[in-house]
């Protein structure tokens, strides 16, 4: 039975549409798969950036700390020396004090004679010579005369050695000088200093480590005492 040309314009509609429903699933179907592979896309590049930003500032972070470690570690470094510098200057200026005061010692004669005797009768000690040249401030010539004479029969007896003293009145020790004297073997190669600043800088030397803990108390890091 032949179809009449409504049928066949009704069939062809009929396959239009399915074609066209079956195109636009398919349409819909690549949409929601482009869709889907583009949030997956999306998420990963989000994800990638994201861990690179985290690395980025971690990194940022890392250095901003390192940074303020070594800025710490020298204004520490820095407030130590300073606080060093300082008990320094204080110790200088306690004993430049001290030196000033030492003149007033060679002020009362009785006791600086005395104190000569004995630095007069170390320095023969010490140099332990046959021929000793003593100089000494040219206000002080008598009293190391006197101390002379009382040190060198002491001497002999302890030494059982002859000796000669040579006051040396040529060259005489500076009028500044607190007091003392500086005593030489007789070339004049091995020298002796017992001024009495050269004796108060042994002293301190020797008390540092006390005078530094009058001062400022024990320092529990000093392993070693200077």
Known sequence: MALSDADVQKQIKHMMAFIEQEANEKAEEIDAKAEEEFNIEKGRLVQTQRLKIMEYYEKKEKQIEQQKKIQMSNLMNQARLKVLKARDDLINDL???????????????????????????QGLYQLLETKVVIRCRKQDLSLVKAAVQKCIPAYKS???KDIEVILDQD???????????????????????NTLETRLDLIAQQMMPDIRAALFGTNANRKFLD
């Open 95 to 121: 004993l430049t004090e001290a030196k000033q005061r030492l003149s007033k010692v060679a002020k009362d004669g009785t006791r600086y004679q005395v104190l000569l005797d004995g630095l007069v009768m």
């Open 158 to 160: 302890s030494t059982k």
């Open 171 to 193: 060259n005489f020790l500076s009028h500044e000088i607190a007091g003392g004297v500086e005593m030489f073997n007789f070339d004049g190669k091995i020298k002796v200093s």
